[in-house]
């Protein structure tokens, strides 16, 4: 299972490290405690949409541009997912539905 805070931490820290710049930086630009900050980068905490915005604010990024950025990741961890998961119990006959069933119930 992917986790929204860790995605969110990691894309939160790739942004930081590219920008060449330390916690204590981005943690004292953003107005929150070093700790705190390590924390949502780890996907230790569930950050608030206000300490997000202060986040992103601090590294110069837009929340919208750093959300579509864990929502494109997210998107690529489920379709990954979706193909590992299970298709039910292969004992069972399943009904097939060919292209032509949908385009005639269409």
Do not use: F, N, W
């Not at 953003?30 to 569930?46: D, F, I, M, P, T």
Request: glycine share 6%; net charge negative.
């Amino acid at each position: 299972m992917v986790l929204l805070r860790r995605v969110i931490g990691d894309t939160l820290r790739a942004q930081r490290l590219e920008q060449r710049r330390t916690l204590r930086e981005v943690s004292t630009a953003a107005k929150v405690s070093l700790g705190y900050l390590s924390e949502v980068e780890r996907g230790q905490k569930e950050a608030s949409s206000e300490l997000l915005s202060s986040i992103c604010d601090a590294l110069g990024v837009q929340l919208s541009e750093m959300l579509r950025d864990v929502s494109d990741t997210l998107a690529g961890a489920e379709s990954a997912v979706g193909v590992l998961e299970p298709v039910g119990d292969l004992s069972e006959p399943r009904a097939r539905v060919s292209a032509h069933d949908v385009v005639a119930a269409a």
